[in-house]
């Protein structure tokens, strides 16, 4: 995505021009889902600046399409996104394609999710894959508030550069913060950060030993606990390092791949099966 400026002069003709100010983008949705019957129906839809929403289907659920008419994130971008599921909605959010984050000269770029699940409502956060190009700077935040009887699944996928292009990430700045509370009390608080040599620091046997994909999935309901030994087993066969841990009503799932292609083929299985449904049609566009 070009980087675009605009550039303004004093009114005094022998003054120089101001310097260049770049252009932001920036971009909010909101969208509520409420349950009419044995369907699940929008209830709020809020739009501006580079961010859409779109609804390709229907059906028992609602499955609403996250879409930024940017075509990318840049340096200083600010995106928000609200996302709620009311009393015995189900709501799967997604992406239309992978979201790139081009490099930076200096401004973080930032995106800020809020999601919640109310009682008895199931919620499911399924972007596609965040690649990041060389010297992108990117800061993520994450609040999730879920009902104590709520189903929430989120799968987050990252790319470090893209080796299929020869485009290696060097430098860079990344930073992802999660904070989920169920009940109104917090249960989970994750932060993950990599900034200066990216690319080094994933060359290191206790960062990544050279991979340049990794995802995480969670999910909290009643039964996450029960769903240990079954996430495990789905994992036996897949082409990458994969490993669950369960705690506290949390299964949290983590996949660390030397691309896209094998991370993809590793997770979407296991989401399919797990899931017991087809992922979000915009995943196989």
């Known amino acids: 995505m070009a980087t675009m400026f605009a550039a303004s002069w004093r009114s005094d003709e022998t003054s120089a021009p101001l310097p260049p100010q770049r252009q932001r983008s920036e971009g909010r949705v909101r969208i509520a889902a409420a349950q009419f019957g044995a369907v699940t129906r929008v209830a709020d839809l809020a739009e501006g600046g580079a961010m859409r929403v779109r609804m390709p289907r229907g059906g028992p659920g609602l499955e609403a399409v ?29 992406t239309p394609a992978a979201e790139k984050v081009y490099r930076s000269d200096g401004p973080l770029a930032e995106i800020s999710v809020s999601l919640a699940a109310q009682e008895g409502a199931r919620l499911e956060w399924l972007p596609q894959e965040t690649i990041l190009f060389d010297r992108a700077r990117l800061k993520r935040r994450y609040e999730v508030d879920i009902a104590p009887d709520a189903t929430f699944l989120s799968f987050e996928g990252l790319m470090l550069g893209r080796l299929a292009h020869g485009d290696a990430m060097g430098e860079g700045h990344l930073e992802d913060h999660w904070r989920i509370r169920r009940g109104g009390a917090l249960v989970y608080a994750d932060a993950f950060r990599l900034e200066g040599p990216i690319g080094a620091l994933l060359e290191h046997p206790a960062v990544a030993a050279g991979a340049r994909a990794l995802a995480t999935l969670l999910y909290i309901a009643p039964d996450a606990e029960a769903r240990l030994e079954e996430a495990r087993a789905r994992m036996e066969s897949v082409p990458c390092e994969a490993g669950a841990s369960a705690w506290n009503g949390i299964l949290a799932v983590r996949w660390l791949a030397p691309d896209i292609g094998t991370l993809r083929r590793a997770a979407t299985s296991f989401l399919m099966a797990f899931r017991k449904a087809p992922l979000p049609r915009v995943w196989a566009t």
Do not use: Q, S, Y
């Open 66 to 94: 996250i879409v930024n008419t940017a075509g990318g994130v840049c340096c200083g971008d600010r995106f928000t996104i609200e996302a709620t599921a009311g009393p015995g909605a189900h709501l799967t959010v997604a």
